[in-house]
């Protein structure tokens, strides 16, 4: 996940001297674009189907 320069120079910053919350922006950009970029592809890749579908061929097999 690749977070704005801005982001990135203010969590720096504040690793200077860290306090609880620190990482609280950047824990939140990274969610957000998890949410709309990373996660919806990787739920959409082969690789993924392909987990899906063998699970789900195997749970069909066990409940006959």
């Known amino acids: 996940v690749n977070i704005d320069h801005r982001t990135r120079e203010k969590t720096k910053q504040s690793l200077s001297d860290p306090t ?4 609280s922006e950047v824990q939140g950009k990274i969610y957000s674009l998890m949410e709309k970029d990373s996660y ?10 392909e987990i899906v579908n063998r699970a789900h061929a195997q749970g069909q097999r066990r409940s006959v």
Do not use: G, W
């Open 20 to 23: 609880p919350t620190s990482l």
């Open 40 to 49: 919806p592809r990787f739920i959409r890749s082969k690789m993924y189907q």
